[in-house]
């Protein structure tokens, strides 16, 4: 596979794809970096590359014969992906915006946002109308598009709690379609966009309900404490957002200084059998009962027991304050952050006999 950018494989890739006809008039360049577009500074290029400003461009792209059959990958913000070699197909960027209040009623606010809207501008955009519901999601790198695939969710809320409904343009049938939240089909970090409807979906926007009797969700340790040393006893909507924009900016890396994709692994689910067993061996063990009953372990305390906080592998590295994050510490590839993740994967799998399973997409 190519990993390496360089100006030769471009050309290659632009004279390959510039000598088969394409029939749209959509502007689709080849042989583009996407080092600027995935948040691990990983350089990998994108065959084709096209971006998506208006989302009528999307039957066009059915259309054609030659396009439709390439894969596809959407990028929102890159914040939830590990490219581990070039992507031999078209890249679509995006870049889709807009943010309107589709109604009112008395129970909640719905506010429609373009995919390519940026997260936290929306959240913020949210607080300074006055609306809350998302403030627990402040910070969280990416795009809106890409909220629902994984479910982001932080300091005790899910996304999936305030999305009314996800519209997208479906490939196999060429239509824009609705799925409500049932449809959505969410969990832990997932939902039916990283499964049944990965290939065939496009996702344009998204409705949120935030709600008019608006209660604060303090129920996470770290947020508590953090709203307690600020002496807040009934915070607002905007001092729970500033309460986590602080915790996030202690324990997690900027994209913007140093590569990475949040945490790159889930917190493992496992039956209360052998987390039972598990907290006989290890009576430290960091674990939370979930409401059927199995547990959730806390994938950073296990990967920090195996001693990987701060090391690296190759300029692939482990963060020092948080070791659920992988970062670029400059050049790395994405197959060597890939390496390191299964080097750490085969550890704790020793060590505790779980499997990690990692978070960001990989291609
Ligand atoms: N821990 C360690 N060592 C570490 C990291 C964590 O011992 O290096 C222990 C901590 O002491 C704590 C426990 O693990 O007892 C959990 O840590 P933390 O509260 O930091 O949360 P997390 O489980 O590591 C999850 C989400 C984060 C989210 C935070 C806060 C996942 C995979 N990660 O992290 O989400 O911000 O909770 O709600 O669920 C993301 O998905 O990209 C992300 C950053």
Redesign the pocket.
Known sequence: MLVNCGQNRRSVLRAVYNRRSMSSNLPIQHGVSLRHLNTFGVDALAHSYLELSDWSMLPALRNDLLLRQLPRLVLGGGSNILLTADFPGLVLQMQLRGITVVRQDAEATIVRAAAGENWHDFVLWTLAQGYGGLENLSLIPGSVGAAPIQN?????AEVEQCVESVRVFDFDSGEVVALTRAECAFAY?DSIFKHGMRERAVILDVSFALPRNWQPNTR?T?LAQELESRAIATPSARQISDAVIAI?RR??PDPAVIGNA??F???PLIPAAQRDALLLQHPQL?SYVQPDGSYKL????L??QCGW?GRNLGAAGVYEK???VLVNRGGATGAEIWRLAQAIQADVMVRFGVQLEA?PVLI
Request: proline residues 0%; glycine residues 14%; hydrophobic residues 40%.
């Open positions: 982001i969710g932080a300091y005790g970090r996470y770290e996030r324990k997690l949040g945490s692994f889930k917190n960091v806390a994938a950073g305390w990967i920090d906080k948080q070791a659920l978070e």
